[in-house]
């Protein structure tokens, strides 16, 4: 059982886009502290693709964007590329220590 | 960069110790996490060091794991004591920057606890 609530999978056709939902409590998102989301391919590193809820590291493109309200947050990514497939999780901090969410599993049909 | 190592085949009730090594960065001056995906599960945090050496772990890991450092080999450690089937995974060390991200992941080192 997660710290944060993901839904474990989301699909869209290339070209098109998706949101990624992250729901938290008033211990980590809602303290607040800020979210962060990874892509991941299982057998290699996480990478960030969003920091401090809404900012991309360099090199992520701009399709890609974060928003957070209250003890939730979201990941938009728009014109789908087949190379998006992968896992993505959100990431916050609870006063002690990062938490993570259980995963999103994005299929590019 | 960070690059672990140390992953084995281990017999339940037994130990490893799990190392990683910093390249760009001190590992002594930075908060650093073990993070683990089981088979077909999500990331998980496992631990953390601070900066001022203070330490934190998840409730599966305590009383079992310990996180260190050698400031001399930029090294961030794990010793993992009194293992379990459900420990096997691959583990990952990751560095946190100051707004609790984690900028920086080796590639992982797979442990693997079985009979």
């Known amino acids: 059982q997660s710290v944060l609530t993901q839904p474990p999978s989301v699909s869209a056709a290339p070209g098109q886009g998706v949101t990624i939902s992250c729901t938290g409590s008033n211990s980590n998102i809602g303290a607040p502290y800020d979210v962060h989301w990874y892509r991941h391919l299982p057998g290699t590193a996480p990478k960030l693709v969003i920091y401090?809820?809404?900012n991309r590291p360099s090199g992520v493109p701009d399709r890609f964007s974060g928003s957070k309200s209250g003890a939730s947050a979201s990941l938009a990514i728009t014109g789908l590329l087949a190379e998006d497939e992968a896992d993505y999780y959100c990431q916050s901090y609870d006063g002690s220590h990062v938490v993570f969410g259980g995963g999103t599993k994005l299929t590019v049909l | 960069q960070l690059v672990e190592s140390g992953g084995d085949l281990v017999q339940p009730g037994g130990s490893l110790r799990l190392s990683c090594a910093a390249s760009g960065f001190s590992v002594s001056n930075n908060y650093m996490s073990w993070v683990r995906q089981a088979p077909g599960k999500g990331l998980e945090w496992v631990s953390v060091?601070?900066?001022?050496?203070?330490?934190y772990y998840a409730d599966s890991a305590k009383g079992r794991f310990t996180i260190s450092r050698d400031t001399s080999k930029n090294t961030l450690t794990l010793q993992m004591d009194s293992l379990r089937v459900e420990d096997t995974a691959v583990y990952y060390c990751?560095?946190?920057?100051?707004?609790?991200?984690?900028?920086?992941w080796g590639p992982g080192t797979l442990v693997t606890v079985s009979s």
């Open positions: 060091i601070y900066g001022d050496g203070t330490t």
């Open positions: 401090g809820n809404s």
């Open positions: 990751a560095r946190e920057s100051s707004n609790w991200s984690l900028d920086c």
